[in-house]
């Protein structure tokens, strides 16, 4: 099995953005976090991060016969992103969306997820944990 995680915009930016949200761990700890999970669990991992919706698009349509599933935070874009929703449905890779906060207890407008419909699964406010609920929901769900 083999894993695609996606990282939306300003998320290179953990452990400097808004801490009381999304904690004083860096991009580079997730990343580890998530490659010794995937190691324990013995399936491959690729992780990527990009502020620009369009290279998320590009990013899940280059997944299509290369993934078994997909984990992805598109930030921002989860409430903005028609685009990433029809490349997430035309792929059909599952996929499980991952928010760091709980966007629940947040601003009116993070109330909306355009990807949500297209997803198996959303994990929210469970810091870095949430990443790897999310894995083991794909590897139990394969």
């Known amino acids: 099995m083999k894993i695609l995680v996606l990282n939306g915009p300003n998320l290179n930016l953990l452990g400097v953005r808004e801490p009381d949200h999304y904690g ?80 629940e207890e947040r601003e009116d407008f993070r109330q909306v997820s355009y990807i949500r419909s297209a997803c198996k699964k959303t994990i929210t406010g469970k810091g870095f944990d949430g990443y790897l609920e999310a894995i083991d929901y794909l590897i139990e769900n394969r």
């Open 24 to 103: 004083n761990s860096t991009y580079n700890d997730l990343v580890k976090l998530i490659k010794n999970h995937c190691k324990i669990k013995k399936i491959g991992v690729a992780i990527k991060q990009t502020n620009y919706e369009g290279k998320l698009v590009e990013m899940i349509q280059n997944a299509r016969g290369k993934f078994d599933g997909i984990v992805i935070n598109p930030a921002a874009y989860t409430h903005t992103s028609v685009a990433i929703l029809d490349a997430v449905k035309a792929v059909n890779i599952p996929c499980v969306e991952v928010h760091i906060s709980n966007v």
